[in-house]
């Protein structure tokens, strides 16, 4: 087994939270799974967007913050979030954006795949990727009446660090067990050998792009799976052993992290594969209210009355 398995979550910065969930739910066809709180800062949304469970591998969630101030995308950041779809399925994704009024990109070819660029209300990129509808495990599928099955978000694919110089990245990700798989220019692809979900990443090398700007629109950190605890603390002492500083274990309720920023300036994490989303909800009504973990639910009241209500809805 290698260290870690895949991407676990990526967590990015968004503003209006009502909007978040109009676009990720019904434009994209994936499942609010968990609508919570930051547990840093509890005035502003957690909203975890994904598959039918919203587990690890299929996970995209979200800060709120209002007003919003614009980040901007750069070195030091994860500047592209990747999401798998069947193969074939990119012209539905182009006329479906087109249809919507969408922000994209044409579908294109690199380092091998079928890919759609797009962007949502507050300027994040993302893109959809075809792959082998073979590679995926549907256990956890997620359809809407407009997204179907032979089109639907399957997992992550991947996502991009964007980096001065790899050197500053690359031995991470070789302690997480990832092993380079090919390049394209200045695009390199790391794939976990015996991982098949949310297996690659993807680090683009430029030493003449300027520092990203951590703000709306922009993605926070990326977690990485885990199995365990014992797993976690023997990943926390390689990374201690680089000379990096990672935290301590902090109980998210859903999992458990650990977070330290690599040398690249990309805010890392660490996290367990469970308990997950159905430990304080059942799996068939998850996301439709606040959820708070133990240690925030006394005081309910008061994080509610600083929160504007969202829910899930349909288009106009």
Known sequence: MTPTLGIHHITAIGSDPQRLV?????????????????????????????????GPGMDLTFFTFMPPT???????????????????????????FDKLGVKHEGISAQLGW??????????????????????????????????????AIRQFHSAL????????????LFAFGYAVESSEGNLTRYHLPGVQRAEFIELEEDPSKPAGFNASG????????????????AVRQSIAGMGLYPTKMIDRFYFKSIYFRTPAGILFELATMGPGFTADEPLETLGEKLSLPPFLEPHREQIEAGLTPVTVRPLP
């Open 22 to 54: 109009d676009f990720y739910t019904q434009i994209l066809g994936l499942r609010l799974a968990k609508k919570t709180v930051n547990q840093d800062d509890v005035s502003a949304y957690h909203l975890f967007f994904g598959d039918r469970e919203g």
């Open 70 to 96: 614009p980040g901007s995308r750069g070195n030091g950041l994860v500047t592209n979030i990747s999401l798998a779809v069947p193969a074939g399925s990119l012209p539905f994704w182009k006329e479906r």
């Open 114 to 151: 079928q890919r759609l660029v797009f962007y949502d209300y507050d300027d994040q990129r993302l893109e959809l990727v075809e792959v082998d509808p073979a590679n995926f495990d549907d256990k956890d599928l997620w359809t809407t009446p407009e997204v179907g099955a032979e089109y």
């Open 161 to 172: 660090l964007s980096v001065h110089d790899k050197a500053l990245v690359e031995p991470v």
């Open 218 to 233: 922009t993605v926070h950190h990326i977690a990485f799976s885990v199995v365990d605890e014992a797993a976690q603390q």
